[in-house]
Every structure is written in structure tokens, then in C-alpha cells.
């Protein structure tokens, strides 16, 4: 196998697993965190996000037409087996070493932390099949966070960019706030007769106000600081400053766009020329009767190999700050109950653990997605097929004998699934159409009816009875009554 190929895969994997590290570091409570956890999420995501850029490798070797038909088959074994390796590794992440380090760390100082992974080894099925029957709960099980979270941050991330401070409209919400609050206050106190008789939960509920309080009035400042600086010469550096938001807006907003066209324009093609329908997830058996923008660029680009690696890394990174903009935004829920909030140097291990859980769904979900919105890519890169010297070249397609068109490996894994279970192809496929609505939805709604204040990402998990009295240094309430 090319050595140079090799050489600039392994350049991306230092860089992935440093960026993997500093995101944890930036993250991550640093008096709570541990070994263990470290070493989890950051193997864990590297895992995910290696698996990804393997992608166009499987591509240049389907695609390379000067390579003899033996070193081709031998190269499409190694790749078989280090995709089958890969996906067993983050089987084996998610739903044993992310679930045992987080239960660890609950039940350490019961000593607990062997029972779950006792359970867990019981393992009487291996080989392909089981893979593929894995594969496919798992992919599963991470559209409900790809639906969630991914549609959410692809297209709120660009226009939080775009949508600058309304300091009129903050003004108004801290002096809303702050008669709300007057009047929990004083509903609590009408209660009792004088403040001694003021109980714990509600002693605690006072405290919680007086500290919503003194947060409200020191963003009230920080907003008379921005008014004064808007009247003096720094004006002219934030406009500046500004003006590159925007534009990297706009580059998102591009990418959601195309995304979203690309994505739009597969499953309409799947619904109207699916040789099967329903009975097979409906697989096309002619790639693409309707234009993909991102197919195509990926196409081009692989001809340039490995700039279409450069693509792809991209888009992955781009999906990644998506979906952990909707993380941050939407918090961590079980049945729209919040669980965590993932905040810069204030996410607990236990946070970190449940995050690098959801992004190795996603990521699986965005290696299949990239077979719906890239089909020719994914599957044929850039085979074509000679017909003659008068009518020319021809797209590959299922119609053509597989020793003339080479799937990739990807593409050979995904479709015994879609063929193999039918049921998992028809969910993943009407995913894809609630995936879309919930993109449009979010849109709408971020646009025309959502004004985003600082004061949302104060809530109720941040003055819950522990942050609150380490942050504000206070003794504990048993000590108060």
C-alpha cells in the first residue's frame, strides 16, 4: 500500500488525538478528573474520528485504476479487516469501557466497579454477522441523537454567528427577571412571620434568588461597559471583529446548506427510483438521478487525492461542532428531562463520559449518512465504465458486473445491512426525512421567533446545592439553620 498514503493518514491521527486532548482539558473539571476518564474519552473519540478519515482511503484504493488486479484484491482485505476491527472497538468503547468508567466512578467507594463488566463480557456471538447486527442498533440508537442534536446545531451553529447582541432586548430581559424573582421572593417570605422561622428548602430557595440576583446585576454592568465602548474609537475594532463573525457564518450557513440540499435531494431520489422500495431500505439501483452538489465535490476532489481527505475531514470537524453546539444548548436529556449541561471547565468526568457516548453515535451515523448523501463517492469513487469510442464513458452502478465496478468496502458493509435487515434501511431512511424537518424547524424558529440572551445558559443545573455553595464560597445550608 502507498507509503505516502500512510504518512498523511498517520500526520491526521497526531492531530486527532491532541485535538481530543485539548478539548477534554478545556472542558473538564480539573480537580475531579482522572486517568481513567482521560484516557476513555479521548481514545474513544480519536477512535471515532480515525474511522472517518479512513473513508477516502477505501476510495483512492477502489478508485486507482494502475494497481494490478491482486494487489487490489489484497489491498480490499486489509481495509475489510480494519473496518471490522474499527467498528468492534467502538462497540466495545461505547457500550462497555465508556459505561464501566462511568459507573466506576459512581460506585468506586462501594466497590461495585466490576459488576457491570462481568455482565457485559458474556458474549456468545462473533464474526461478520454479529457485526452487522451491532452495527446496526447502534447506528440505530445514535440517530436519536443524530435527529436531535445534529439538526439542531447545523442549523442554529451558523446563525449564532450571524445574530449580533441586542442590548435594548437584554436590558429588558434582566429587568423582567428581576421582577419575577422580587415576587418568588416574596411569596416565599409571606409564608412565615419573621425570616427565623424561614425553613431549609425555602432558606435555600432565598439564597438561590439572592445569587440570580447579583448575576443579573453584573451583566447589567458588563452591558453598560458595551454601550460605552459603542460610543468610543474600540467601535471600530468590533465592527472589524464582527465582520470575520459573519463571514464565518456564511461559510457555515453554507455548509448546513449544501448538507441539507445534498441530503434532500438522495432521499427524494431513493423515495421516486428505488428499485424496491420499502423491501430493501430503498436502495437505488442507478446512483444519483438527481443532482448532489456534495457528491459531486467529493468526486472532483478525490481525483486530487488526498485533498478529498481534506473534504472530509472538514465535514466531520463541521458536524462535530454541530452537534456539540446542540449538546451545549439542548443539554443532555433523558425524555426532555436535563441531566447535564456540558460548560467550558465546569463539566464533571461523568459529563465527559455521556458526551464521548453520543458523539460516537453520531459519528457512525455521519460515516452512513455520507453513503446517502455521497452515494457515488462513497460507493464507486471515480469508476466509470468505457462503452465504446463513440457513446464514451458511463457511471458505475448496480446494474454493472462487480469486476468491472470495485464498491468500496464501506459501501459493501452498509448495504448487507440495508439488504441483510430491511428494518433498520426503512428507519434509517424515514430518520432521514424527520432529520430534515426538525433542521427546518429549528431554522424557523432560531430566525423569526428565538432571541438568544446570555441569561438562558443560567439555569437551574448551574445553582443546584453543590455548584452553588463551592462557587460562591458559601457554608453549607445544615450549618445556616
Known sequence: MDIIIWFIFFIFILL????????????VKANESTLLIEVTFILSLSTSFILVLFIPIDIYLVSNGNLEISNFEINQKIVSKIYHFMFWILIFQAYVVVPFSYFYLKNKEKGKELEYIYELLDMKHTGESAVLFLMGCVVLIGVSFWVTYTSYGIACLPLSFLQQKDIDYEKKEIENRFINLKERERIIKN????????????????????????????YNYKLQEVEKISESWLSYIIGIIFTFRVITGLIFLSFSFIIYISLLASIIDKYFNSICAYKCGFVLEQINSIFNLLDSVLIFFSRFFPLDILVIASLAIYIFCCSLYGIVNVGIRIFFIPIYKLKPKKSSPETMLILCFLIIHIILVLIMTLLTIAPNYITYGIQNIKLSDKLGYIKCSLKNDKNSCKMSVLSVFFNKIFFGIPYFANSYFFSNWIFLIMYTFSFIHHIFFKKKSYLDNIDELDLNKDNFDENMNLLPLEKLT
Do not use: P, T
Not at 16 to 26: D, V
Not at 204 to 215: A, G, N, P, S
Open 16 to 27: 486527532i488525538f491532541a485535538s481530543c486532548w485539548i478539548f477534554y482539558k478545556y472542558f
Open 191 to 218: 409564608k412565615y412571620n419573621s425570616n427565623s422561622e424561614v425553613k431549609g428548602n425555602d432558606k435555600y430557595e432565598i439564597l438561590k434568588i439572592e445569587q440570580m440576583k447579583r448575576v443579573l446585576s453584573r
